[in-house]
């Protein structure tokens, strides 16, 4: 007599070894400031790969609106903010979703943390080097964030050059970027 159990494994397994299994979506709620503790010593670490999954993380979980309003009630966003500027780019992308979330889930927080994400977001748009594709998604997540950001902020990123870094990628060859771009100078411009 076969085990069903083993038997249910090796379907899944054959299912997956013939085509592109289904991504998981879990809904993590951390509802407490002790709970996202853990996830800001790793944005927090001094090692950049620890520091680059923690912010992943948060970049997941951040999409849920308590876990976005948790992050800025605790003033992790000013941690997360300074990531917009590291040395890597993955870390970079990570705080830009972070953001993004962020500022979706609380679109009237006039949060600091959010208003000096500003500028660092907008230098992003700013890279040269865009066949890479690291670089293209960091702008595509640029993009994205201040779209975002145009419910509350709206005045600043026009101020700070926003919407001139955002008609430079309405032109892309890269046409999610390009469309990006465009809903986000549709936004600044509808405030």
Same mark, same amino acid.
């Given at each position: 007599?076969?085990?069903? /159990?083993?038997?249910?494994?090796?379907?899944?397994?054959?299912?997956?070894?013939?085509?592109?299994?289904e991504p998981m979506q879990v809904? !993590? =709620?951390?509802?407490?400031?002790?709970?996202?503790?853990?996830?800001?010593?790793? !944005?927090?670490?001094?090692?950049?790969?620890?520091?680059?999954? /923690?912010?992943? !993380?948060?970049?997941? %979980?951040?999409?849920?609106?308590?876990?976005?309003?948790? @992050?800025?009630?605790?003033?992790? *966003?000013?941690?997360?903010?300074?990531?917009?500027?590291?040395?890597?780019? =993955?870390?970079?992308?990570?705080?830009?979703?972070?953001?993004?979330?962020?500022?979706?889930?609380? #679109?009237?927080?006039? =949060?600091?943390? @959010?208003?000096?994400?500003?500028?660092?977001?907008?230098? #992003?748009?700013? *890279?040269?080097?865009? =066949? %890479?594709? #690291?670089?293209?998604?960091?702008?595509?997540?640029?993009?994205?964030? @201040?779209?975002?950001?145009?419910?509350?902020?709206?005045?600043?990123?026009?101020?700070?050059?926003?919407?001139? #870094?955002?008609?430079?990628?309405?032109?892309?060859?890269?046409?999610?970027?390009?469309?990006?771009?465009?809903?986000? *100078?549709?936004?600044?411009? /509808?405030?």
């Amino acid at each position: 007599l076969a085990d069903p /159990g083993i038997e249910v494994l090796q379907t899944q397994s054959r299912a997956a070894a013939h085509g592109l299994a289904e991504p998981m979506q879990v809904e !993590v =709620d951390l509802q407490e400031e002790k709970n996202l503790e853990p996830l800001m010593q790793m !944005v927090n670490s001094q090692y950049c790969d620890v520091q680059r999954e /923690g912010l992943a !993380v948060l970049g997941r %979980i951040s999409e849920s609106n308590g876990n976005a309003t948790l @992050l800025l009630r605790s003033g992790a *966003m000013t941690e997360i903010v300074r990531h917009l500027q590291s040395e890597n780019i =993955d870390c970079q992308i990570g705080a830009t979703q972070i953001v993004a979330n962020v500022s979706k889930a609380n #679109a009237s927080a006039r =949060d600091a943390a @959010l208003a000096q994400s500003i500028r660092p977001i907008i230098n #992003a748009m700013g *890279m040269t080097v865009t =066949d %890479i594709v #690291a670089v293209a998604e960091l702008q595509r997540q640029s993009c994205i964030a @201040l779209a975002a950001l145009a419910n509350t902020f709206a005045h600043e990123i026009f101020e700070q050059g926003g919407a001139n #870094a955002l008609s430079q990628h309405q032109q892309s060859s890269n046409e999610v970027l390009a469309r990006e771009a465009q809903t986000a *100078m549709s936004a600044i411009n /509808g405030q």
